[in-house]
């Protein structure tokens, strides 16, 4: 038994001692591939059609890719990306190479500039971004709770503070076509963690009474309890948002006339759940 043991032990000091001679000194150079070093994430954006573009990334060696579209927020996304930007005006797109850990191991930038915007997907609402006190005026509060949840309109967003399971919504009136289809998205972010918290968009025939909840089909849904708004976010709810039945985001007119955008927002903590953006656009 103690020559058994004995054994074990040299073959193990063996061990340690090939292990160190295989090992770097360092992380640096051609030490163990921990450390990331910079690389290339240009890009270039190449236009397909009017208003549609194909994004192309001209290095490979990284892990993957996040793109900026016009200050959305930074998502996971491919080596190639089809874009299609219904709106003319000017676009910042910008690009991060993702390597070793998830560090960001570069980062470019292009502008875009659209000079028409599509005559079928255009936008319909109207002061979507509430940079003026004209797009501003666009919109209506609904009160829902008397007290505790307010939509405030600065800093090109419109902010909702919410407490104590108290609720406020803000409409705009819309034309549709009978038969038609319209995609609902906008931009959603907030700086903390929600708690206890929906935020619902729906569209309306009519408006109810101050005072009254709004409800009927969801089409953009960010909800604690589904999973999504527990930690700092920002982005299109089509991306970070919740709930796949409750955020599919399209609304098919069943008669032509004037309907309503309804953005409802309220919980037990919303410190400053922001939107920007909005579009309510018809479908090719």
């Given at each position: 038994m103690i020559t058994r043991y004995i054994h074990k032990r040299l073959l193990l000091s063996a061990a340690i001692l090939?292990?160190?001679?295989?090992?770097?000194?360092t992380v640096d150079g051609d030490g163990n591939g921990i450390t990331q070093s910079s690389v290339d994430a240009s890009f270039?954006?190449?236009?397909?059609?009017?208003?549609?573009?194909?994004?192309?990334?001209?290095?490979?060696?990284?892990?993957?890719?996040?793109?900026?579209?016009?200050?959305?927020?930074?998502?996971?996304?491919?080596?190639?990306?089809?874009?299609?930007?219904?709106?003319?005006?000017?676009?910042?797109?910008?690009?991060?190479?993702?390597?070793?850990?998830?560090?960001?191991?570069?980062?470019?930038?292009?502008?875009?500039?659209?000079?028409?915007?599509?005559?079928?997907?255009?936008?319909m609402i109207q002061g979507g971004r509430f940079d003026t006190p004209d797009e501003i005026a666009k919109w209506t509060k609904h009160i829902i709770s008397p007290s505790g949840a307010e939509w405030v309109f600065s800093n090109g967003k419109a902010t909702i503070v919410a407490n104590g399971g108290s609720q406020q919504a803000i409409y705009q009136a819309v034309n549709v076509e009978a038969g038609k289809k319209y995609s609902i998205d906008m931009v959603a972010s907030s700086d903390t963690a929600l708690v206890n918290t929906w935020f619902e968009v729906y569209v309306l025939n009519s408006i109810p009474a101050s005072g009254q909840d709004v409800g009927g089909t969801v089409y953009r849904n960010i909800n604690t309890w589904a999973g999504c708004g527990t930690s700092a976010f920002k982005g299109k709810i089509s991306s970070v948002g919740c709930d796949a039945?409750?955020?599919?985001?399209?609304?098919?007119?069943?008669?032509?006339?004037?309907?309503?955008?309804?953005?409802?927002?309220?919980?037990?903590?919303?410190?400053?759940?922001?939107?920007d953006k909005v579009e309510f656009r018809r479908m090719q």
């Open positions: 090939f292990m160190a001679s295989c090992s770097p000194d270039t954006a190449t236009k397909t059609a009017e208003n549609r573009y194909t994004l192309k990334r001209s290095f490979n060696n990284y892990i993957t890719s996040k793109w900026n579209i016009d200050d959305d927020g930074f998502n996971i996304g491919k080596e190639e990306e089809t874009l299609f930007l219904p709106d003319a005006g000017t676009y910042v797109i910008q690009h991060q190479a993702i390597g070793i850990g998830g560090v960001v191991a570069g980062t470019s930038s292009q502008t875009i500039v659209v000079p028409t915007s599509d005559p079928v997907s255009g936008n039945a409750k955020n599919g985001g399209v609304f098919t007119a069943t008669t032509t006339g004037t309907v309503y955008l309804v953005i409802k927002c309220g919980g037990d903590t919303v410190n400053s759940l922001s939107i």
